[in-house]
């Protein structure tokens, strides 16, 4: 013989309001933006001291400029010019 379990029936759940749909930026590109890769540790560590190696030859390259500007201007007087013509200026001023 089977003795029947009363059972209680269940209380309804009250309904939740849906959410607004979601509005998104216009995009002119509708393909999805693909993520950043992502970097790995060797990467990492192989760039490590190109950031000083760029620092390093963009000073060498300017000190090397500025040696070739002392170097013509030496060699053609400029300088001796340049400072004669802003103390007679200076002079003439006064």
Known sequence: MV???P???TPEKPTRP??????????????PERPAPRRTAARCRSMAGQAT???AL??????AIALLLVAWAT????????????????KAKV
Not at 19 to 27: H, Y
Not at 58 to 63: E, G
Not at 75 to 90: C, E, H, P
């Open 18 to 31: 849906e959410a607004p749909a979601k509005i998104l930026p216009f995009r002119s590109n509708p393909r």
């Open 58 to 63: 963009v000073l060498l390259a300017a000190a």
């Open 75 to 90: 060699r053609t007087g400029a300088i001796g010019d340049l400072f004669d013509a802003v103390m007679s200026n200076i």
């Open 3 to 5: 003795i029947p379990i």
């Open 53 to 55: 190696t760029e620092y």
């Open 7 to 9: 059972v209680r029936p």
